[in-house]
Structures are given as structure tokens and as C-alpha cells.
């Protein structure tokens, strides 16, 4: 294989560009079509156009950079080998159907529920000879399958070595991205109730990510009113103390990027007790898990009480996502090599 066309948010900030990058490290030559303007916002930032919100609601979502077009034209030179779709939502099911190469859809989303779904992608799901999820149970027989999909493969979450790393931050680094707590992510109530409890028992903490302004959270915690994304993100991994994970409950998540993100920077994660947690890291030793607010506090107030007890778990963690090969580059290679296997 030497020539992939890849469509999709490739802006600088999304886990799209940092796939698209080790794509870039496997493959000869990509030709790629953003599906998203890069108007150097942070995604999630901009809150979008009433037209747009309605046609995503309507399941059909508005294709903002003639996507469709930009891809039909590569595809007309007829040097392409692989079509790599990412969560290109309002890409004509037609451009699939007739590429005469193969398809792979790719997303870290829950594309088997309907929220996450448009029109055009469960028409366009029979005809793609591989679809890529982070989520097991999209490929149980109430998953993807039960909507037409030919062959679902489940990836584990994944880290980028060049943003996700250990670094020596300086005290003005310290000062502007670290806390005893950090959290990164988008608001949810539960995670505001859990947060502001902790900010409000004397823990300084600290959240960066989108939603957050205007909520009722506690005074005490220190909100940033922006998301923590590319270099930002790594110093607040390396310049914080404890980082805590929280769930998606809209996705009915099991883990998040963060849960291997963290590690990978050689941080010290505190996170929801999951199967998948559970399954990726060995609890006390290579990680930590909390159940609830009253264990998320204690573990916690531990974790900063000991610093030699923090670092070394932190390590452990770091060596295990390492030791388990979780970067971008082994998932785009095991995406490569089921797609040679998949008829």
C-alpha cells in the first residue's frame, strides 16, 4: 500500500491528527481532506451555527469544507489504495460505495448509538470493508453488526509519544499549568458535584476543558474556562501532582484517551474503578482507582502525602502503556494489517 486518501478533523489539537501523523510514519504518500475548518480555534470552542446544529440534529450533517467533493477528485486520479474515513459524518455514502478501493471508518466514538450517527453513515457502513472502534461492546451483536457492518475491529485507547511524554517543567510552567488536582474535560454535572467537593474539603484543584463557565461549581475550585490541548496539555500533565479521570456517562465509557495519556507522560492517575481500568493497570501499583467521592478524597489526600509512593506508581504506569505498545503508531499498524486480511 502506498497512497491513503484521509478524511477528517485534522485539526492540531484532535487524536485524528495525531493517527493521521503515525499514518504518515507507515505509508508513502497521504493525501488528506479536512473536514473541519481550521480556523485556529480549538474544537469545541466555537459554538456552531444554528443551520449546522439543526442539520446535525436532523442526522444530517452539514459537509463545511466540501469534503465530499475534495475526496471524489483524489479519488478520480485513480492512484489511491485505501480510503481512511474518520467519523466523516456527512460524507455521501455513494463516494464509499463506488470508490473501487477499500474503506476503513475509524472513530473513538459510540457509533452504535444513535446520537453519534447520521444518515449518511449507517447507509455508507455495509460498503466499508473494516470499521475501527475503541469501544467493546461495538462489536458485540447489539453493536455496529446489527446496523450493517461487514467486520468491526476494537482498538484500546492510544497516546501520541511527541505530546504525551515526560518533561521538566520550569517554575513559571509549574505556576501556570500545575495544581495539587487537575482534571481535563468537558463539563458534566457529575464530574462538577465531585470536583467542587473536593475543592470544597481544602484539595487545590484545578479543570481545564469546555462547558465549564457559567456552571455552578464550588468558588473554591480554580476553573479555567479553556481546554488544555497540544503542548498546553502536556505541561499540565507534567506541571500537576495527581491527575483525575472521570467517565463520559453520555458514552457509557469504560476509559477515556486520558486513561492512557496520563501514564504515557509519566503522571500519576487517579480514576474511576472500570473493567477496562482494571484491565489496563494494576491497582496501587500502576495506577489508582477511587468508587466514589468519600474514596477519590482519601486516595487522593494519599497520593499527595507521599511523593515517593506517587512517583513510583506514576512510572510503573508509564512503563506498562509503553510495555503494552498503546501508541498511535501500533494501532494505525494493527488497522493496516487487519484491513490485508479482511476480504
Same mark, same amino acid.
Given at each position: 500500500m502506498t497512497r491513503v486518501l484521509f478524511v477528517g478533523d485534522v485539526r492540531p489539537w484532535t487524536r485524528t491528527e495525531q493517527r493521521l501523523r503515525a499514518l504518515r510514519q507507515l505509508v508513502e504518500h497521504v493525501d488528506v481532506v479536512p473536514t473541519e475548518p481550521d480556523d485556529g480555534a480549538p474544537p469545541g +470552542?466555537?459554538?456552531?451555527?444554528?443551520?449546522?446544529?439543526?442539520?446535525?440534529?436532523?442526522?444530517?450533517?452539514?459537509?463545511?469544507?466540501?469534503?465530499?467533493?475534495? $475526496?471524489?477528485?483524489?479519488?478520480?486520479?485513480?492512484?489511491?489504495?485505501?480510503?481512511?474515513?474518520?467519523?466523516?459524518?456527512?460524507?455521501?455514502?455513494?463516494?464509499?460505495a463506488d470508490a473501487r478501493v477499500p474503506a476503513v471508518f475509524v472513530?473513538?466514538?459510540?457509533?452504535?448509538?444513535?446520537?453519534?450517527?447520521?444518515?449518511?453513515?449507517?447507509?455508507? @457502513?455495509?460498503?466499508?470493508? @473494516?470499521?475501527? +472502534?475503541?469501544?467493546?461492546?461495538?462489536?458485540?451483536?447489539?453493536?455496529?453488526?446489527?446496523?450493517?457492518? *461487514?467486520?468491526?475491529?476494537?482498538l484500546p485507547k492510544?497516546?501520541?509519544?511527541?505530546?504525551? *511524554?515526560?518533561?521538566?517543567? +520550569?517554575?513559571?510552567?509549574?505556576?501556570?499549568?500545575g495544581s495539587e488536582l487537575a482534571f481535563v474535560g468537558t463539563y458534566e454535572a457529575p464530574r462538577?458535584?465531585?470536583?467542587?467537593?473536593? $475543592?470544597?474539603?481544602?484539595?487545590?484543584?484545578?479543570?481545564?476543558?469546555?462547558?465549564?463557565?457559567?456552571?455552578?461549581?464550588?468558588?473554591?475550585?480554580?476553573?479555567?474556562?479553556?481546554?488544555?490541548?497540544?503542548?498546553?496539555?502536556?505541561?499540565?500533565?507534567?506541571?500537576?501532582?495527581?491527575?483525575?479521570?472521570?467517565?463520559?456517562? $453520555?458514552?457509557?465509557?469504560?476509559? +477515556?484517551?486520558?486513561?492512557?495519556?496520563?501514564?504515557a507522560a509519566g503522571a500519576f492517575l487517579l480514576t474511576e474503578r472500570t473493567t477496562e481500568h482494571s484491565a489496563l493497570f494494576r491497582e496501587g501499583v500502576e495506577a489508582e482507582f477511587f468508587g466514589d467521592d468519600d474514596e477519590l478524597s482519601s486516595k487522593a489526600r494519599a497520593a499527595l502525602r507521599d511523593p515517593v509512593r506517587r512517583a513510583t506508581i506514576a512510572a510503573a504506569g508509564r512503563r506498562r502503556v509503553l510495555d503494552d505498545e498503546r501508541s498511535h503508531e501500533t494501532a494505525v499498524r494493527r488497522i493496516l494489517a487487519a484491513l490485508e486480511d479482511t476480504p
Open positions: +470552542t466555537r459554538r456552531p451555527s444554528l443551520r449546522a446544529r439543526v442539520a446535525r440534529r436532523l442526522g444530517r450533517p452539514l459537509d463545511a469544507t466540501n469534503a465530499v467533493r475534495g $475526496a471524489q477528485a483524489v479519488l478520480d486520479r485513480g492512484d489511491v489504495d485505501l480510503l481512511w474515513i474518520e467519523k466523516a459524518l456527512a460524507l455521501d455514502p455513494a463516494l464509499v472513530s473513538e466514538d459510540d457509533m452504535a448509538q444513535r446520537h453519534n450517527q447520521s444518515r449518511n453513515f449507517r447507509a455508507a @457502513l455495509p460498503h466499508y470493508r @473494516l470499521v475501527v +472502534t475503541t469501544k467493546p461492546r461495538n462489536a458485540g451483536p447489539l453493536g455496529l453488526a446489527r446496523i450493517g457492518a *461487514r467486520r468491526v475491529l476494537v492510544a497516546f501520541d509519544p511527541e505530546l504525551h *511524554r515526560p518533561r521538566v517543567v +520550569t517554575q513559571f510552567e509549574r505556576q501556570a499549568f462538577a458535584r465531585s470536583l467542587s467537593r473536593l $475543592a470544597d474539603a481544602g484539595f487545590d484543584v484545578r479543570v481545564w476543558g469546555n462547558g465549564w463557565r457559567g456552571r455552578r461549581v464550588s468558588p473554591r475550585l480554580r476553573v479555567e474556562g479553556r481546554a488544555a490541548h497540544g503542548l498546553d496539555y502536556g505541561l499540565v500533565l507534567n506541571a500537576s501532582l495527581v491527575h483525575l479521570g472521570f467517565l463520559r456517562r $453520555a458514552n457509557g465509557d469504560l476509559s +477515556t484517551g486520558r486513561s492512557v495519556e496520563v501514564p
